[in-house]
């Protein structure tokens, strides 16, 4: 089980050219409202960033989170959602039934953890390129000049900033 970053990253391109969104910062609310779900800002442990429920048409964030940690979890979730994260595992999951059945030698718990850690690098992947398109950045990079310019312009962390950067210049 090997995450599918360019599926990923291709995903959140996909919905960018669909709305037409050439400029920063990028609109996630309004993308995520166009998509058919709502955003709801809930009292969560300091843990937890957020949650979505496909089934309820809503993205949860946690509402003392920094506007940053909030822009990236919405764009996350949208991931997730977009990536049909809870069918696949749903498919998943019920493969391994079938298949623990007949034999004994599947460790749930470990393919369980694998397929989290494999979704969430999706999921990832897809709000890094929705929230700083590659394309984009490469062409505003002269302009800013900076990590620091890219965490105002676009309206992200510098850790997000950072690795879209890492990304345009190769590293990731």
């Known amino acids: 089980m090997e995450a599918r970053i360019g599926v990923a990253r291709e995903a959140a391109r996909k919905l960018l ?15 995520i409202s166009g998509e058919g779900y709502r955003v709801e800002e809930v009292n969560l442990d300091d843990r937890v960033s957020g949650f979505c429920r496909a089934k309820d048409k809503c993205i949860y964030i946690n ?11 919405l764009g996350h979730e949208l991931g997730h959602l977009a990536l049909l994260h809870e069918k696949l595992k749903a498919m998943d999951f019920s493969d391994l039934e079938q298949r623990s059945s007949t034999s004994n030698e599947i460790d749930h718990e470990f393919v369980e953890t694998a397929m989290k850690d494999m979704y969430e690098i999706e999921a990832d992947e897809f709000a890094g390129e929705l929230l700083v398109p590659r394309a984009l950045l490469k062409n505003d990079w002269q302009e800013l000049g900076s990590i620091d310019g890219v965490v105002k312009h676009y309206n992200v962390s510098p850790e997000v900033a950072s690795i879209a950067y890492m990304r345009i210049m190769g590293a990731r």
């Open 17 to 31: 050219r669909k709305y037409g969104i050439k400029t920063a910062p990028i609109p996630v609310l309004s993308i």
């Open 63 to 73: 509402s003392r989170h920094h506007d940053h940690r909030k822009r990236f979890t």
